[in-house]
């Protein structure tokens, strides 16, 4: 019954009483993004820009670069696209940008800290951007989003946005430091979006290593610790008027996706495959039953209480 229902959903995605929440696919090449159009995805929440040049010994020119992003541009030609500057470095090591021996490079150089010794390695990947941005003739009505991953701080937040508003870019921040959700207040005010990066936002604020397996009960996105600052993150974001979005894997999972709707979430991207099943679960329930699931997580003692207590909310309700 429940693949049934799952299989037969139709987007824009709803709660029961008629919210709102946008859902967007995470994709790392035209090939994905054009299989994520083929699903109810509004558009692209997190476009993985470092997983094309895994392999890259040489940095691609400004028009390679452009070729590569409008490959996934074109597949949602009138929607909302994000594209992530670089996030190289850690578990995603690019042969051109990334620092070689570190010893915690999860704490190390990566992701946006990169292009702080290396700006132009930013300056012509935004260029790159704008490029097949405006070739595409996106524009108001099909905006390209763009945001710097591991940011941490309000310069980081200006000095990134600023480049990015030089080419006519809608700038923004992943959220996955804890220090940037705390320091939101002071983040927001530089930019246009931000979107919670759940899967490093985990790691950091339970300091273990999302990589390791033995790890993983504390490396879960249900982990109160990790749902408080995205409540804090969703409150500074309703006050300053900043659209916040998850893009991390907690917005591949039914249930925690009422929950983040609950907090004031207001876009959820993920694997383009997994959309169906959040869409329809937010379909069954209301706002005020995802506002209660929030708040039982919110108040758990840990994941797997948090779990069990959105459970029995939403099966109270539905
Ligand atoms: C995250 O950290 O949650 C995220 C979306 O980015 P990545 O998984 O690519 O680090
Ligand atoms: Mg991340």
Same mark, same amino acid.
């Given at each position: 019954?429940?693949?049934?229902?799952?299989?037969?959903?139709?987007?824009?995605?709803?709660? &029961?009483?008629?919210?709102?929440?946008?859902?967007?696919?995470?994709?790392?090449?035209?090939?994905?993004?054009?299989?994520?159009?083929?699903?109810?995805?509004?558009?692209?929440?997190?476009?993985?820009?470092?997983?094309?040049?895994?392999?890259?010994?040489?940095?691609?020119? *400004?028009?390679?670069?452009?070729?590569?992003?409008?490959? +996934?541009?074109?597949?949602?030609?009138?929607?909302?696209?994000? *594209?992530?500057?670089?996030?190289?470095?850690?578990?995603?090591? *690019?042969?051109?940008?990334?620092?070689?021996?570190?010893?915690?490079?999860?704490?190390?150089?990566?992701?946006?800290?990169?292009?702080?010794?290396?700006?132009?390695?930013?300056?012509?990947?935004?260029?790159?951007?704008?490029?097949?941005?405006?070739?595409?003739?996106?524009?108001?009505?099909?905006?390209?989003? +763009?945001?710097?991953?591991?940011?941490?701080?309000?310069?980081?937040? &200006?000095?990134?946005?600023?480049?990015?508003?030089?080419?006519?870019? /809608?700038?923004?921040?992943?959220?996955?430091?804890?220090?940037?959700?705390?320091?939101?207040?002071?983040?927001?005010? =530089?930019?246009?979006?931000?979107? /919670?990066?759940?899967?490093?936002?985990?790691?950091?604020?339970?300091?273990?290593?999302?990589?390791?397996?033995?790890?993983?009960?504390?490396?879960?996105?249900?982990?109160?610790?990790?749902?408080?600052?995205?409540? =804090?993150?969703?409150?500074?974001?309703?006050?300053?008027?900043?659209?916040?979005?998850?893009?991390?894997?907690?917005?591949?999972?039914?249930?925690?996706?009422?929950?983040?709707?609950?907090?004031?979430?207001?876009?959820?991207?993920?694997?383009?495959?997994?959309?169906?099943? *959040?869409?329809?679960?937010?379909?069954?329930?209301?706002?005020?039953?995802?506002?209660?699931?929030?708040?039982?997580?919110?108040?758990?003692?840990?994941?797997?209480?948090?779990?069990?207590?959105?459970?029995? +909310?939403?099966?109270?309700?539905?």
């Amino acid at each position: 019954e429940r693949a049934a229902r799952i299989a037969e959903w139709k987007g824009p995605a709803q709660t &029961k009483d008629g919210y709102r929440v946008q859902l967007l696919a995470n994709v790392q090449d035209g090939n994905s993004a054009q299989q994520a159009a083929q699903t109810e995805a509004e558009g692209i929440g997190l476009f993985r820009t470092e997983l094309c040049f895994l392999s890259s010994t040489e940095e691609p020119s *400004v028009d390679e670069q452009a070729a590569v992003y409008s490959k +996934v541009l074109e597949a949602f030609p009138e929607s909302k696209v994000v *594209v992530r500057s670089l996030d190289a470095g850690s578990d995603k090591p *690019v042969p051109f940008a990334s620092m070689a021996d570190e010893m915690n490079p999860a704490l190390g150089v990566r992701g946006l800290r990169i292009a702080r010794g290396q700006v132009e390695l930013l300056t012509r990947q935004l260029d790159a951007i704008a490029k097949a941005s405006e070739e595409l003739g996106r524009g108001d009505d099909a905006p390209t989003w +763009v945001m710097a991953p591991m940011v941490a701080t309000a310069y980081e937040a &200006k000095w990134f946005a600023d480049m990015c508003r030089e080419r006519g870019l /809608i700038a923004g921040a992943m959220i996955e430091v804890p220090a940037a959700s705390l320091m939101a207040d002071k983040i927001m005010p =530089h930019l246009d979006f931000v979107s /919670i990066g759940t899967n490093d936002l985990t790691q950091y604020t339970m300091a273990a290593d999302r990589m390791s397996p033995e790890l993983a009960y504390l490396t879960d996105p249900w982990q109160p610790a990790v749902l408080r600052l995205i409540k =804090h993150t969703c409150d500074e974001g309703a006050r300053f008027n900043t659209p916040v979005g998850v893009c991390g894997e907690a917005a591949a999972d039914p249930l925690l996706a009422t929950v983040l709707t609950g907090l004031g979430v207001n876009s959820l991207s993920a694997a383009s495959t997994a959309l169906a099943a *959040v869409g329809a679960k937010l379909s069954e329930v209301t706002l005020e039953t995802c506002k209660k699931a929030a708040e039982a997580a919110l108040d758990a003692e840990g994941a797997t209480e948090a779990r069990d207590a959105v459970r029995a +909310v939403i099966d109270a309700a539905v």
